[in-house]
């Protein structure tokens, strides 16, 4: 049976290791919160559809309105 002794780089590896991921996930956190806010301020969901960059058609019919 091998005695296993951890070096003292290891421990300092974990500790950055755990850095990172703490910093990766709060930026996650925030961004998903972001998300979240953003998307319950909206009234109707087809303004969500006006935020593409791209032309939509249908976000600019009205409701009732012929396809």
Known sequence: MAIKVE???????RGRN??????????IAIVFGLTVVKVLQLDD???FESFDHVANP?????????E
């Open 45 to 47: 969901i087809r303004q």
């Open 58 to 66: 249908y976000a600019d019919q009205e409701e009732g309105g012929t």
């Open 7 to 13: 070096h003292e780089l290891h421990e300092r590896r």
């Open 18 to 27: 755990l850095g990172v991921a703490l910093i990766l996930t709060a930026l």
